[in-house]
C-alpha cells in the first residue's frame, strides 16, 4: 500500500498505480518483470514521480515500465512511458 498526505491539510491522496483510489498496488508478477516490488522516485519540491514498476498480473501486457507522472489539479498525470525489458 501507498499513499501521499498533504503535511499542512492532512488530506490523503492515493498515487497513479494504485487500484480505484483503494491505494493498493496492482498484483505483481515475477515472471518476465523486474522481479520485485515498484521503485518510486521523488523530490520534496518537484511535482514529478517516477514509479518503476512490474506488471499487473491481471492483465495480458507483462512487461515491465517506467511511468513518468506529473502533479498538476490534485491528480497524477501519465507524462511518458517506457518499457524496461
Not at 508478477?29 to 521503485?39: W, Y
Not at 498480473?57 to 489539479?73: A, G, I, Q
Request: proline content about 6%.
Amino acid at each position: 500500500m501507498m499513499a501521499m498526505v498533504d503535511a499542512v491539510t492532512g488530506e490523503i491522496y492515493s498515487l497513479p498505480l494504485s487500484i480505484d483510489d483503494r491505494l493498493e498496488l496492482p498484483n505483481l508478477c515475477i515472471v518476465n518483470s523486474a522481479g520485485r516490488g515498484p521503485d518510486v522516485e521523488f523530490q520534496q519540491d518537484s511535482r514529478l514521480m517516477v514509479i518503476k514498476a512490474p506488471p499487473d498480473c491481471s492483465k495480458r501486457n507483462h512487461h515491465s515500465y517506467s511511468h513518468y507522472y506529473l502533479w498538476r489539479d490534485n491528480r497524477w498525470s501519465l507524462l511518458y512511458r517506457e518499457r524496461l525489458d
